[in-house]
């Protein structure tokens, strides 16, 4: 066995049994040895970057390279005929002590090249090498076998018995499938690795993440969960520096430790990404030094910690590039943090705020609003439609209203709410165009704290005002906080010039226009009955884009709306306004032509997620005639999320409740669609209770 025959008699009958084939008599198989629970040693050196040397590199060359990790190639990248050169190249590495300082991996040939392994073992082991990759493995037999013969090279050549370690490489789909028996099967393995070229080649598909990540997976969690290192696929291009460092930082997020580097220029970056960062260290020594002042359990920055985190945080500085000397000290400041929304420690009923923002509605808004939320009403759309009803220019559709009014009260006021409650006798005033600048106001109506005095519930009244300074939109808001002192309940004096802009008004400017049309346009019309339930067709989802872009261009600052440093994009919840105006689009091509509307009152019950789809089920309470040309429609409308709703509530019977005018707790709402239809249960984002005004059918 310590010949190169006795190795190669070996390596092929393992390719047999690999194969399935019935091997030759061997003595002393491996079939039948006891092999002892592996005890693995990972490296003392992180495997963060392992360069791959370039074929034929003189010793010169290599001592002038800052990598810590080298493998010198004997497999995929040398031609069968040019195989003997290389080990020859090796050899005299290793003779001439270009390896006593830094850590060598050698890439042997696998099972597929049993003749070449064999060589390779027999020539190329060295005191001064660290590890062996091992390619081609399919199970845990192979490294096995590759333990058995090292262990007899490593005696007969005098070098300490385990001190050779593995780096299995798992590149073949069979491999991935046993990667777990794999990794375990030696405790000479130090890390596992993958090779993406060979799976995907054999596996058949393409470079995808799709395709990749059940493979990363399975080495990663097999890697881990013997507590060893996973090292990431090469990247092909190492002339996109850039794509190779997004890659780095998606292998890490996976869980990998480290990559195998092809060109010295992607060295350095490896070691730097997949090193902990200088707060990550930070970090960690804060958190060890915080359990060294707790039993068990911690608190760190707000939240619990506990062993795990605190393996974590060791693991963290071990893995930490040694740094070769601190720069001199220097002066520090610290950032002042700026607070906006509610002051609760002197906010004050009657207090009136001015939203500092003013934005000018021009043909763009009106583009972006339409592309989000379609409307089904000439009025908005049609400039000769809405100029034949009186008005001058195709009307602001009643949610873009609704939504500059409340997001342009965020900043001095939204942006410390917990929640969104609800609102309440929400309506436009004044007749609004393109063209029209529009600024908002905030009054604070009434605050109380809740009977647990753990937060507190404030009710406000907002409006927008044009440039002309007549009230354009109103409505009422109940926002859910933190608890309020008692010195809040003062009243306040505000500017006589502010508290004349929330004076009662007379009727409607924009509604008395549509009434006094003598001779209204024609244009389609749906039919409603009294009592009937519409299950409105369109679903639409408000994407992760969508959501971003419009929470800017209506200047809603909320973080929860668009902040994933803080939130992930998994946490963000889509602005209510904005879920509101999609259900009324989705449900507006039954009740069209909308020409005005009153939002009696609405309540949110479950948050809508970007990318989740908003949906529409309404119910006509009444219909009243209030002109020759024109009707009332109360109508009641439940925005639905991740409903189909034809393909799911058709021909479902649907409780009278969920339509009720009253008002209902989100836990009565979930109550009834557990117990009477539990196709909604989780589902329902909102109530509205709303009066459309449209003309009557002739």
Known sequence: MANGVGLEVEFRNTRSRSLGLRAPHSVGSASHAKVPKPRHRPPSEPLKSLLFLR??????????????????????????DQKPAMRGWLVSLLEA?????????????????PAEAAKDLQNCLHSDVDALILPMLTQAEDVIRFDRFVTLEEK?????????????????????????AI???????????????????????????????????????????????????PFLDFHDDRGFRRECEKMKRLGFQGIFAIHPSQDEPARKIFSPSAQEENEARELIHCFEKSSGIAVYKGKMVGPPMLAKA???????????????????????????????????????????????????????WQASFP??????????????????????????????????????????CRLHLGLEDARQEAAATIGDTLRGYVRIDSLSNTSRGDASVIRTTHILVNQRGERVFRLTKDS?????????????????AQVALFAESGASGHREQLLACGSPPEGPQGPLQSGEVILHPPVRPIGISENLLLTTLFRNT???????????????????????????????????????ERLERSHHVNPVAPGERVGAISRVLSIRPISEHLEEVRVHTLGLREVDVLGELAGVPLPVELFDPAPLKPSAIQAICRDHCPQLEGKIALRALRVILRPRLS
């Open 480 to 496: 859910y906080y933190d608890a309020i002192g008692v010195a809040c309940g003062r009243e306040e004096k505000p500017d006589p």
């Open 314 to 368: 060791k693991e963290t500085l071990r893995r930490c590039e040694p740094r070769t000397g601190r720069s001199a000290p220097v002066s520090v400041l610290q950032g002042r943090v700026p607070r906006y929304g509610l002051d609760l420690e002197n906010v004050r009923p009657g207090a009136i705020m001015e939203c500092p923002v003013e934005v000018t509605v021009d043909a763009g808004w009106r583009t972006l």
């Open 558 to 596: 909320h973080p929860l709306h668009f902040d994933t440093q803080h939130f992930g994009e998994d946490g963000l919840i889509v602005c209510g306004g904005f879920v509101q105006a999609l259900a009324y689009a989705c449900s507006e091509r039954e009740l069209r032509p909308v020409l005005d």
């Open 156 to 180: 007969r050549l005098g070098i300490e018995p385990g001190k050779i370690g593995f780096i299995c490489l798992l590149e073949r789909p069979a491999a991935i499938l046993n990667a777990e």
């Open 375 to 416: 409307s089904s009403s000439r009025i908005h759309s049609s400039a000769e439609y809405a100029r034949r009803w009186g008005l001058e220019d195709t009307a602001l559709p009643f949610g873009l209203l609704l939504n500059l009014t409340l997001c342009l009260a965020v900043e001095p006021f939204s942006e410390s």
């Open 183 to 233: 990794v375990s099967a030696s405790p000479r393995v130090r890390a596992a690795a993958f090779g993406h070229a060979d799976f995907l080649a054999e596996l058949g598909g393409r470079a995808s993440d799709e395709c990749l990540s059940a493979a990363h997976s399975a080495v990663v969690l097999a890697a881990r969960a013997h507590g060893l290192p996973a090292v990431a696929s």
């Open 97 to 113: 002590g270009c390896f006593h300082e830094r850590r060598l991996a050698v890439r042997v040939n696998g099972f597929d090249h």
């Open 55 to 80: 074929s034929g590199l003189p010793a010169s060359d290599i001592s002038a390279l800052d990598a810590s990790w080298c493998i010198a190639d004997l497999e995929d990248a040398v031609p069968l």
